[in-house]
């Protein structure tokens, strides 16, 4: 049987969490590499993830995996696969083909097309079933049935669905005889709700698997209300110092003070309701747990608004046996999370003192628009609107520190990368900031 595969372009799309901004000295290819293996490149076309939209701005901004690039559309660019340019909001991190133009030095999207694979799975001769979160519990819940995580092993390890195993897609022709011999075995894949499952899909159908079926939501949907499992490994990175957390023993204080995972901040299951107030404001705070009654204890927190709630599938003892990082004595109680900022960003802290005159050597740049500005400026800010920044370059200081910000850094972010493909260092800020009529303003941290 002729074995049929999607565009393994779609492949990268999961890992977008791992994509960080380069300065670009000279000009790259705007195709994401994994792309390059069924498409070629064309003048005029990007194939990559949707970053993010600015309908302000009338920009979007496409993830390479090697570097960001903005494009500007206007009412003439042909939208596909997607209602309108509000829609495409729904589809961050999902594939996308860009067709366009060079126009005045700035490129403009002629058109704008989304990857819309799940399309395909719905009927011709591999059909999958695309699974509810009620229909994905049920499938779970059979005892033949296995569970695919076909994510990049970093995500993987980090928080998977309880039970699921790391089937990744881009290496799955290396794995593939790991998969269940009989091959009416019910399978369903997950990835983070994009292309990667039914790449998969496809090719175990044309391998004679009959029961077959995705998860549609993906893992980012699982986490919205349900916990995940971490892993040993990830929690060593986390420990070392790599990977910011929160790690939580929920033992009783007389088992932690003989011996606890190196970092743990002691929070007894019994008091943990009466602890809640001392959980990180952040929602998305990776917040690990071990201990007893620890799946208890992650539904608790999970009901507190947290996204992002795992347990450690392993008691302090194994953690022990492997010579893993351990610490004697009393733990700390008091719960202290630093988000890692995104490249390219700047403080809270240090834009106060930019906007406060502390630093003399900084230039703020407000990319909002003429009529935002109007209705409140903070003092000493430069007004270079984000989708004119490509083009008053020059009007930019030379040997200053350049600070970006808008009200939610979106188009700050933008701006700092079309300044980044043109050679001008800069930073943005990457928070809600709200500008009052006086200059006055409140800024709020994502």
Known sequence: MMKKRMCSCVMAAALLFTASVTCAAEPKEPMAKLCGTCHQAEPGVMMGFLDNISLRAGSVQMDFLSHKEVVKFDDHTVLKNVLSFEDIRNYTNKGFAVHFVEKDGEKLASSITRFDVLKTIESGEYKVEKLTREQFNEWRQGPNTVVYDVRPPM?????????????????????????????????????????????????????????????????????????????????????????????????????????????????????????????????NAPIVLYGPDREKAAETILSWGYRDVRILP?????????????????????????????????????FQQAAG???????????????????????????IPADLIGRRVDEIPAGKDIILFCPSGVRSEMAYNILDQKGVRSRYLDAFITIAENGGYELREK
């Open 314 to 350: 392993v008691t302090f003892e194994q953690w022990q046996s492997e010579g893993n990082p351990v610490a004697i004595g009393k733990a700390t109680e008091t719960i202290s999370y630093v988000p890692k900022p995104k490249p390219g960003t700047v403080s809270i802290a240090e």
């Open 155 to 283: 995500l993987y390890q980090a928080s998977h669905i309880p039970g699921a195993k790391s089937l990744p897609a881009p290496a799955f022709d290396k794995l593939k005889d790991t998969l269940p011999r009989d091959r009416a075995t019910p399978i369903v894949l997950y990835d983070v709700g994009g292309c990667l499952s039914p790449t998969v899909a496809f090719t175990m159908k044309s391998m004679g698997y009959d029961s077959v079926a995705i998860f549609t939501e993906g893992f980012p949907g699982w986490a919205r209300t349900d916990f995940g499992v971490t892993t040993v490994d990830w929690l060593k990175q986390a420990v070392a110092g790599d990977l910011p957390h929160v790690l939580i023993d929920l033992r009783d204080k007389a088992e932690v003070g003989s011996g606890h995972i190196k970092g743990a901040v002691s929070v007894p299951v019994a008091s943990l309701e009466r602890n809640r107030d001392t959980f990180p404001e952040q929602k």
């Open 357 to 383: 005159g502390v630093r003399p050597d900084t230039v703020l740049i407000d990319v909002r628009n003429p009529e935002e500005v109007a209705k409140g400026k903070i003092s000493g800010s430069v007004n």
